[in-house]
């Protein structure tokens, strides 16, 4: 079984504060995303990487940043966070890009206060 | 760009069948995924289409139409457990999936 983990299920951070999310991936995917959702806007793409040391901006990449250092690892970064930034974040693996399911973990729901 | 239709939310009798549509413009279409979320938890992947027809998986089936750009999925004897928020996704070339903002169904007695 595929298993997407995520490093935190709640957390509470200040504004302003450097917010880091983990995701991990064992099934050595070739693909990562990150993605949050919100009430009424569904799933939006932040960024996503196809490879190790590879990242792409996704749909809202605005004050966010990853890091792909290793295959299993993809982490999100929140330079400076702000209220705005409050959301449930989901990642998401997939062993390719074109017809293959994406695997999500369970989500960390970041407060930002 | 992408864009891809599903109604907000649906109610439904414990028992009976409902079906979700879901339409899109997109294009150099390349599959189409139906994703189940419960509340709080994360989508898990429920059936994938590419080509015109039916797909049966139990008491789920999906169905796509490429030329109309349009798919729905079939939930037959509904139970209180498949309340949850169900999302259509599109495969368009070699881009990241786009999601369709889900359909929230309440299952009732």
């Not at chain 1, 929140?78 to 693996?93: H, I, P, V």
């Not at chain 2, 413009?25 to 390349?30: A, E, H, L, V």
């Not at chain 2, 509340?39 to 015109?52: K, M, Q």
């Not at chain 2, 309340?83 to 299952?107: D, E, I, M, Q, W």
Request: hydrophobic share 30%; glycine share 10%; charged share 20%.
């Amino acid at each position: 079984d595929v298993k997407v983990t995520q490093s935190s299920r709640y957390l509470v951070k200040r504004t302003g504060e450097k917010v880091f999310l983990e995701c991990v991936q064992d099934m050595d995917h070739e693909n990562m995303f990150w993605y949050r959702q919100d009430p009424g806007l569904g799933l939006r793409l932040i960024y996503f990487s196809y490879d190790v040391k590879m990242k792409e901006k996704g749909d809202i990449p605005e004050g966010y940043s990853v890091s792909r250092e290793k295959k299993e690892r993809f982490s999100l970064i929140l330079e400076s966070a702000s209220t705005n930034q409050t959301s449930m974040y989901l990642c998401a693996s997939s062993l390719g890009t074109s017809g293959y399911e994406q695997y999500f973990g369970p989500g960390t729901r970041l407060t930002v206060t | 760009g992408q864009n891809i239709d599903q109604p907000t939310e649906m109610t439904a009798t414990e028992g009976a069948i409902v079906q979700i549509n879901c339409t899109y413009q997109t294009s150099g279409f390349n599959g189409l995924f139906w994703y189940q979320q419960h509340a709080g938890e994360a989508p898990t992947f429920l059936s994938y289409n590419v080509l015109d027809g039916l797909e049966e998986k139990g008491r789920f089936s999906s169905f796509l139409s490429r030329s109309k750009g349009y798919s729905y999925l079939l939930l037959k004897e509904l139970q209180m457990k498949d309340s949850a928020s169900y999302l259509c996704a599109v495969n368009s070339g070699n881009t990241p999936l786009v999601f369709g903002k889900g359909t929230r169904l309440s299952v009732i007695a």
